[in-house]
Nanobody
């Protein structure tokens, strides 16, 4: 089992910024994928951003140019920098760790963007 500790959510005004952090209990390495997903009330969980095999990144069209996913290997932490936030970014954000043993999820952190 992999435990994921998330932090950084909160309430922010539209146009503001937040940075989410996720620290897995297992070391991040090139063989696994890390990602951030979000789920708003009444919607399905969707991919926001991901780092694939530690090399390539992928973003939802709705966040391209505003969000950046990154990894600090020394701190074993993955970040999601969110800039120019919009009310439609309001959701619970979940960290995801995926390797050969399975798919693991954080408990979620609430992000609320006020208009």
């Amino acid at each position: 089992q992999v435990q994921l500790t998330e932090s950084g959510g909160g309430l922010v005004q539209a146009g503001g910024s937040l940075r989410l952090s996720c620290a897995p209990s297992r070391s991040i390495f090139s063989g696994n994928d890390m990602g951030w997903y979000r789920q708003a009330p009444g919607t399905q969980r969707e991919l926001v951003a991901a780092i694939i095999r530690g090399v390539s990144t992928s973003y939802a069209d709705s966040v391209k140019g505003r969000f950046t996913i990154s990894t600090d290997m020394a701190k074993n932490t993955v970040y999601l920098q969110m800039n120019s936030l919009k009310p439609e970014d309001t959701a619970v954000y979940y960290c995801n760790f995926r390797d050969w043993t399975g798919d693991y999820w954080g408990q979620g952190t609430q992000v609320t963007v006020a208009a």
